[in-house]
């Protein structure tokens, strides 16, 4: 007879084995997926607009090398070109806070509309380091309908290829029957579904995106039950 207790053990054992797999495999293969996988899903972060012709205050954070915020010794410098290659802001200082460096461009610098790129150079005693960012200036500080279209084929292509790779890591791990990466594929199904549920994807309509979500989920966690049901450590029980 099938009591409480031992589904909670059943649970428990799931939970443990599971962890255990994924501790035993290599490292250098799990680092390299999983920072594949938060590589594409963060590359293509939303782009900053700002509307015409009106003043910026423009932050961007700042670390040095221990990922503790840059002290004041360090010196940060802005550089900025519009869409015609103008340099509309050339390297001048910016100023530090505690968590951050911002400059404040001028609104007349922001009178023409188009994409405008910035260049943050960062320099202390012992390192130095720059960072580049596009933004757009726009007549009411909205994406224009060609950035917004662009973003949303980008967005969805970049949520496919991170479907198919996860679904090649699934098929990898039935091919060489290992339960580890059927498992981690499940993982990370689960983990696209939650980021979709919480970031959605572009402009489609959110009950579609909630509900593809919701069979990622669903998917991923199936697999993940499924792969260790289908372990030798579950069979031995």
């Given at each position: 007879m099938v009591t409480l207790e031992y589904v909670h053990q059943q649970s428990l054992a799931l939970e443990l084995v599971l962890v255990d797999r994924l501790v035993k495999?290599?490292?250098?293969?799990?680092?390299?997926?999983?920072?594949?996988?938060?590589?594409?899903?963060?590359?293509?972060?939303?782009?900053?607009?700002?509307?015409?012709?009106?003043?910026i205050d423009f932050k961007i954070p700042c670390f040095n090398s221990?990922?503790?915020?840059?002290?004041?010794?360090?010196?940060?410098?802005?550089?900025?070109?519009?869409?015609?290659?103008?340099?509309?802001?050339?390297?001048?200082?910016?100023?530090?806070?505690?968590?951050?460096?911002?400059?404040?461009?001028?609104?007349?610098?922001?009178?023409?509309?188009?994409?405008?790129?910035?260049?943050?150079?960062?320099?202390?005693?012992?390192?130095?380091?720059?960072?580049?960012v596009t933004f757009e200036v726009t007549e009411d500080g909205t994406p224009s309908a060609i950035k917004e279209t662009n973003r949303d084929i980008r967005e969805v292509g970049v949520t496919v290829l991170i479907i198919v790779f996860i679904l090649i890591l699934f098929i990898v791990g039935l091919y060489k029957e290992d339960p580890t990466l059927t498992a981690l594929s499940g993982l990370l199904f689960m983990a696209q579904g939650v980021f979709?549920?919480?970031?959605?994807?572009?402009?489609?309509?959110?009950?579609?995106?909630?509900?593809?979500?919701?069979?990622?989920?669903?998917?991923?966690?199936?697999?993940?039950?499924?792969s260790y049901i289908d372990s030798d450590e579950f069979q031995n029980m």
């Open positions: 495999m290599k490292k250098t293969i799990i680092i390299t997926m999983l920072m594949v996988y938060l590589l594409v899903n963060l590359v293509f972060a939303a782009d900053f607009v700002f509307k015409q012709s009106t003043e221990t990922n503790d915020f840059c002290p004041a010794t360090t010196d940060c410098t802005l550089t900025v070109t519009n869409q015609s290659l103008t340099i509309i802001i050339n390297n001048q200082n910016m100023t530090h806070n505690t968590s951050f460096y911002n400059y404040t461009i001028p609104a007349t610098n922001l009178s023409s509309l188009g994409e405008y790129k910035a260049t943050i150079q960062c320099t202390d005693v012992t390192e130095s380091g720059y960072y580049i979709i549920a919480i970031n959605g994807i572009s402009t489609l309509n959110n009950s579609f995106v909630n509900g593809f979500a919701l069979l990622l989920i669903g998917l991923g966690a199936y697999i993940t039950i499924r």
